[in-house]
């Protein structure tokens, strides 16, 4: 028993204690700024492995950039700038096309609207069911961390369960394959009938790097509206959980 107490003294908390405080360092990449210098060489979009970038008007698509930081480096007018901001959540596909003029806390402010109607269903529990639709494996490997001692997404009630038919919605992994088109809606269709959708990464969200697959089929994004986009390549687990935790309207 001694030897437990010193060795729990000895490691500290093992667990992030304010998830809505904590903090990532580099080389992790969040919210991209866009300088007024930039003046339109093209460098970032022929770097771009996943067709993110606009130039007339400066734009960059949360949605299907990979973070790799490509466009940074190669930017002749260091006209883009990533940082380490990590809430970069949003609740509409719109949201996520970051703009010239647009700074972080006004993004944050309209990023995630919470409704009424989703904290009274969900507010206290929330169970999901992930569904890996032809990804990596990388942001899966994410979202279990996001179960672990460190981030313990569990004391907010939010958990993965085993089946669709424990769940309250589902969350979508990958670009969604053909071989799994099948899959997706039998899972989606299990749920309760108050179900969310969301999608989890640039893959989920357009497809990401395989956005132009010929095996590909996206079809269920088209019919079923997403709840929730979360951005990333993979998604970081502070990322993931403050997302929910916004979009549920928790404090």
Request: net charge positive; with cysteine.
């Amino acid at each position: 028993m001694i030897n437990l107490i010193r060795t729990r003294i000895i490691q500290g908390k093992q667990y992030i204690s304010d998830i809505r405080k904590a903090e990532v360092k580099p080389p992790f990449r969040g919210f991209p700024f866009i300088k007024n210098n930039c003046s339109g060489c093209g460098q970032c979009i022929e770097a771009c492995p996943s067709g993110a970038i606009e130039i007339s008007p400066a734009e960059i698509d949360l949605g299907k950039c990979t973070f790799c930081g490509e466009c940074e480096r190669r930017c002749l007018d260091n006209g883009i700038e990533f940082s380490v901001l990590h809430k970069i959540s949003a609740d509409s596909r719109e949201k996520l096309k970051i703009t010239k003029d647009l700074g972080f806390q006004e993004f944050r402010y309209r990023a995630i609207i919470a409704r009424k109607e989703i904290k009274k269903l969900f507010g206290r529990s929330l169970k999901l069911r992930s569904v890996s639709a032809g990804g990596c494996n990388g942001c899966e490997m994410e979202l279990n961390a996001c179960s672990n001692v460190n981030f313990d997404m569990g004391r907010f009630g939010i958990e993965i369960v085993a089946s669709p038919k424990h769940a309250d919605g589902i969350i979508i992994t990958g670009p969604i394959t053909e071989n799994m088109t099948r899959a997706l809606y039998d899972s989606y269709l299990c749920t309760t009938p108050d179900r969310i959708l969301i999608l989890m990464g640039a893959c989920a969200i357009s497809g990401g790097v395989f956005q132009a697959g010929s095996e590909l089929n996206r079809d269920f994004i088209s019919e079923y509206k997403p709840d929730l986009y979360i951005p990333g390549c993979p998604v970081h687990p502070l990322t993931f959980i403050n997302g929910i935790i916004d979009f549920l309207g928790k404090k």
